[in-house]
């Protein structure tokens, strides 16, 4: 088979995952991979920059954040910098990367957001050297556009309208921003909601105490809760409040109605109850941040 065709059997084989498993994929599934015409192709290896034995040019790479390359995301011009493998120019990796580039052929990046969950991301396009800094831009764009060219036996994508995949770039860090900060609060809190305790992950979000878009409004634990759908929605309309000494507090308005068994033992009961918290008292949500959000809470009142 052509490295072309590994390459779109293994874009396939990553939506029928992602279809299964969720947008987050464990590494044991990614260095699993599958079988094709009798021979097993991983997605990932113990190198960021992965090729398998069978195919020509690089696979994948595997984003190792705050790793030993230190790869990067570029805010001004929101693309992804990569490192080199080491400071070589002309190694087997860095020039496998260089040829995709220069091919305008497509990889999987995946980028690792908890130990040993990554979030993959294709079809990711090298389209820049930056020889100073031992690293290359990567952008990323629609699989759609890709198939096209492929279908009509042209690998080498021409120039990509620099609107779309801009678009696609920014909208595809900031998703996994979010699954990175979902990841992390999600954990703290053991995987369960902080008012309520259920603890079925796929009902569960990260919510912001601070909004991403404000001032202190960063992605860090300490500005996170793990919250049911529910009450996530119910926290975001200040039909609930929590105050710096975590304590919940829901609208005197909420308190007197009568309306069924969900207000009464979903909204109702958490009046005065305390939040649960993380094990790590580090990861326990910062004070200020509760204040300042209690305060947009009474306001609501």
Not at 106 to 128: D, G, H, Q, S
Request: charged share 25%; with cysteine.
């Amino acid at each position: 088979m052509t490295d072309l065709q590994i390459r779109l059997y293994a874009f396939d084989w990553l939506k029928q995952q992602t279809e299964i498993h969720g947008d987050v994929l464990p590494r044991k599934l990614l260095t699993d991979g599958f079988s094709l015409s009798g021979l097993k192709y991983s997605l990932v290896g113990p190198q960021g920059i992965w090729k398998p034995k069978s195919m020509i040019l690089p696979l994948s790479i595997t984003s190792l954040l705050g790793g030993r390359y230190i790869d990067s995301i570029d805010e001004k011009y929101e693309i992804f910098q990569y490192k080199y493998r080491g400071t070589d120019p002309s190694h087997p990796d860095n020039a496998g990367l260089r040829e995709l580039m220069d091919r305008k052929i497509p990889l999987i990046c995946f980028l690792r957001i908890a130990e040993n969950k990554y979030v993959p991301l294709w079809p990711a396009f090298v389209i820049r050297e930056n020889s100073l800094s031992y690293s290359f831009s990567v952008v990323f764009d629609d699989i759609s556009y890709f198939r096209k060219l492929a279908s009509q036996n042209n690998a080498a994508e021409p120039e990509a309208d620099y609107a779309r995949r801009e678009y696609i770039t920014i909208t595809t860090l900031q998703r996994v921003h979010q699954k990175k900060f979902r990841e992390k609060v999600l954990k703290a809190y053991r995987n369960q909601c902080t008012l309520c305790r259920l603890r079925h992950a796929k009902l569960l979000d990260a919510a912001h105490i601070i909004g991403d878009k404000e001032d202190n409004g960063e992605p860090v634990i300490e500005n996170g809760l793990s919250l049911c759908k529910i009450h996530h929605s119910a926290f975001d309309n200040n039909f609930i409040g929590i105050n710096p000494d975590y304590i919940i507090k829901v609208q005197p308005e909420l308190l007197s109605e009568t309306d069924g068994p969900m207000l009464q033992y979903g909204i109702q009961y958490l009046n005065n109850r305390s939040l649960i918290l993380p094990s790590d008292r580090k990861e326990w949500p910062d004070k200020a941040r509760l204040e300042m959000r209690f305060s947009e809470f009474l306001k609501a009142g």
